[in-house]
């Protein structure tokens, strides 16, 4: 029981709602026709959305932790800092490594499932999009993150790829309204990443002088360079 609990600590799952309003403003959509939708693509498209959103979260505590920016936060709140896990060793990097490929594994697998079952080439690409969000954002090179893009991966994420995805997957083609309706969510979770990001700036800030200490300036103070 305790396991479960670390798990739960660590792939952060009070923010899935994030993942979930978007799901269900897309599932809305879908029975705006006839207000038939399979049960089986639903869940289908549940499987990836929760997928992807964890392997997100914890490829996004892994690499912070890696760069340090978690470790040297000392303002860290359930919005910023990750999820402590590994800077309270609850997990070790290597059980996180496995439960991301474990993540995407299952997510890969109900993307493809869906394709088969009516959501053809577009959800898949859509799918496979929002994977390389989640993925980019954290991970080098590019590391959007700790850029001015972050935040709007965020939003593309959330909104456009998320609310399209579901009502592709669930119908089968692409949605104009569905694009409309997904940009205010998209817009919202990005400010809310935004305000709340404030703290994990300075921390990189901090970091890339300690490593330019290191690196450009041995001549400066031994107790600037030892933190």
């Given at each position: 029981?305790?396991?479960?609990?670390?798990?739960?600590?660590?792939?952060?799952l009070?923010?899935f709602?994030?993942?979930?309003?978007?799901?269900?403003?897309?599932?809305?959509?879908?029975?705006?026709g006839?207000?038939?939708i399979?049960?089986?693509a639903?869940?289908?498209v549940?499987?990836?959305?929760?997928s992807?959103?964890g392997?997100s979260?914890?490829?996004?505590?892994?690499y912070?932790?890696?760069?340090?920016?978690?470790r040297?936060?000392q303002?860290?709140?359930p919005?910023?800092?990750?999820?402590?896990?590994?800077?309270?060793?609850?997990?070790?990097?290597?059980?996180?490594?496995r439960?991301?490929?474990?993540c995407?594994?299952?997510?890969?697998i109900?993307?493809?499932?869906l394709?088969?079952l009516?959501?053809g080439w577009?959800?898949l690409l859509?799918?496979?999009?929002?994977?390389?969000?989640?993925y980019?954002?954290?991970?080098p090179?590019?590391?959007?993150?700790g850029?001015?893009?972050?935040?709007l991966l965020?939003?593309?994420?959330?909104?456009?790829l998320?609310?399209?995805?579901?009502?592709?997957?669930?119908?089968?083609?692409?949605?104009?309204?569905?694009?409309?309706?997904s940009?205010?969510?998209?817009?919202?979770?990005?400010a809310v990443?935004?305000?709340?990001?404030?703290?994990v700036?300075i921390?990189?800030?901090?970091?890339?002088?300690?490593?330019?200490?290191?690196?450009?300036?041995?001549?400066?103070?031994y107790?600037f360079?030892?933190?």
């Amino acid at each position: 029981m305790r396991q479960l609990t670390i798990w739960g600590k660590a792939l952060r799952l009070r923010f899935f709602s994030a993942s979930l309003l978007p799901l269900f403003l897309g599932t809305v959509i879908s029975g705006g026709g006839d207000g038939i939708i399979s049960s089986g693509a639903w869940l289908l498209v549940l499987g990836v959305v929760l997928s992807a959103h964890g392997a997100s979260n914890l490829l996004n505590d892994l690499y912070d932790d890696l760069y340090g920016t978690d470790r040297i936060n000392q303002h860290y709140s359930p919005f910023n800092g990750g999820s402590r896990v590994l800077q309270e060793e609850l997990i070790s990097r290597s059980a996180m490594k496995r439960a991301i490929r474990l993540c995407y594994a299952v997510g890969t697998i109900c993307l493809l499932l869906l394709s088969k079952l009516g959501g053809g080439w577009g959800v898949l690409l859509l799918g496979l999009a929002g994977f390389g969000c989640g993925y980019f954002y954290s991970v080098p090179p590019f590391r959007l993150a700790g850029t001015a893009c972050g935040e709007l991966l965020v939003g593309l994420a959330f909104g456009p790829l998320l609310v399209l995805g579901t009502t592709t997957g669930l119908t089968g083609v692409f949605s104009k309204e569905a694009v409309l309706v997904s940009l205010p969510v998209g817009a919202l979770i990005a400010a809310v990443i935004l305000i709340n990001e404030f703290p994990v700036k300075i921390n990189l800030l901090f970091v890339c002088l300690y490593l330019f200490s290191f690196q450009s300036a041995p001549s400066l103070p031994y107790f600037f360079k030892k933190g």
